[in-house]
């Protein structure tokens, strides 16, 4: 059996599988043939956070396999009233047949999945937002990047580790502008760096947003404020100045270059209203393909279920 929890647990051989299974069950989903991968299966998904995109997509791309999502905000668990992580997981995953979790550390997220019967789904931590990233990846071939050079600039948060590690395990130039006091975690970084050696991708750190997106041909970023963070909003507002994508930082990309946000997107802040009205369409694509890109990772693992996770 087989966890979702970071990128980083999977070969750039299997990682490129769930892309190309998410791809086939998408052209199959717009042929309106629901192939029922998963029928009858439940999926718990528990939310520590708020979310519109993962609960939408996670809920109808289980129902749309054939299976039923169960949606379990932890106000209303009894995770939410102290229960720990571990009974939690001991009583959920006898019931169902796969778990989504959205919460604060990863460590809890890990925790539930030692003790997880069923496979685990990482549905954002405070470290990682891998299903987000590998919906990215499936956005940007369809937008015809084959080689892809990433400019991230913003904050160094769970969207920008998740780049890190789809960089390093696959090989594309990955190039990361933040404010000094807000870059990557490090033990992070140096994880993403070591894998980097093998694949040969070239990731570089600077805190100048130009330098990042000088010929870039996919430009992305993210909200400064994290959930979780929003008692720091106003000194991470004044740390960011200067970190706006707007149309004089686009223009220093490639012509034609893509602009991804996982949304949602706070204008006028990480992102000029110009600048996210010019590329809806690039990024409302990312947002829909949230949908089939689970479904390709979920029906990966259910294929994977009787491997061990030590193999
Ligand atoms: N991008 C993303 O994960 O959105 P939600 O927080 O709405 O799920
Ligand atoms: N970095 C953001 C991503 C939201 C999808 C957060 O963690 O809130």
């Known amino acids: 059996m087989r966890?979702?929890?970071?990128i980083k647990d999977f070969t750039k051989d299997e990682l490129l599988?769930?892309?190309?299974?998410?791809?086939?069950i998408k052209k199959q989903t717009k042929q309106k043939h629901f192939v029922p991968y998963l029928e009858h299966q439940t999926l718990g998904m528990i939310f520590e956070k708020s979310s519109t995109r993962?609960?939408?997509?996670?809920?109808?791309?289980?129902y749309q396999l054939g299976g039923i999502g169960l949606f379990l905000s932890s106000n209303d668990i009894q995770l939410g009233r102290g229960e720990p992580m571990k009974d939690t997981a001991r009583v959920i995953s006898r019931m169902v047949d796969m778990v989504m979790i959205r919460t604060f550390e990863q460590s809890?997220?890990?925790e539930f999945a030692k003790y997880s019967k069923v496979p685990v789904i990482n549905g954002l931590t405070d470290s990682y937002h891998p299903v987000q990233i590998?919906?990215?990846y499936l956005t940007l071939l369809e937008c015809r990047v084959t080689d892809p050079i990433v400019a991230y600039v913003g904050d160094g948060n769970n969207?920008?580790?998740?780049?890190?590690?789809?960089?390093a395990k696959l090989g594309?130039?990955?190039?990361?502008?933040?404010?000094k006091d807000y870059a990557c975690d490090s033990a992070i970084v140096n994880e993403a760096l070591e894998i980097a050696k093998s694949s040969g991708a070239k990731i570089s750190f600077s805190h100048d947003p130009k330098e990042a997106v000088e010929g870039a041909n996919v430009v992305t970023t993210d909200t400064w404020v994290s959930m979780g963070q929003e008692d720091e909003k106003e000194e991470r507002i004044k740390a960011f100045s200067g970190y706006i994508v707007d149309s004089n930082l686009m223009e220093l990309a490639q012509d034609g270059a893509i602009f991804l946000h996982c949304l949602p997107a706070y204008r006028d802040y990480e992102v000029s209203e110009e600048v996210f009205e010019a590329h809806a369409d690039e990024v409302f694509l990312e947002a829909e393909n949230r949908l089939h890109t689970q479904k390709g990772i979920m029906v990966w693992l259910d294929n994977h279920i009787d491997e061990d996770i030590d193999e």
């Open 159 to 167: 969207i920008t580790h998740s780049w890190l590690m789809l960089s």
């Open 3 to 6: 966890h979702f929890l970071s």
């Open 17 to 24: 599988e769930m892309i190309a299974l998410a791809q086939k």
């Open 54 to 62: 993962t609960r939408v997509s996670f809920e109808t791309g289980i």
């Open 134 to 136: 590998m919906t990215d």
């Open 108 to 110: 809890k997220l890990d």
């Open 172 to 179: 594309f130039e990955l190039r990361v502008a933040t404010p």
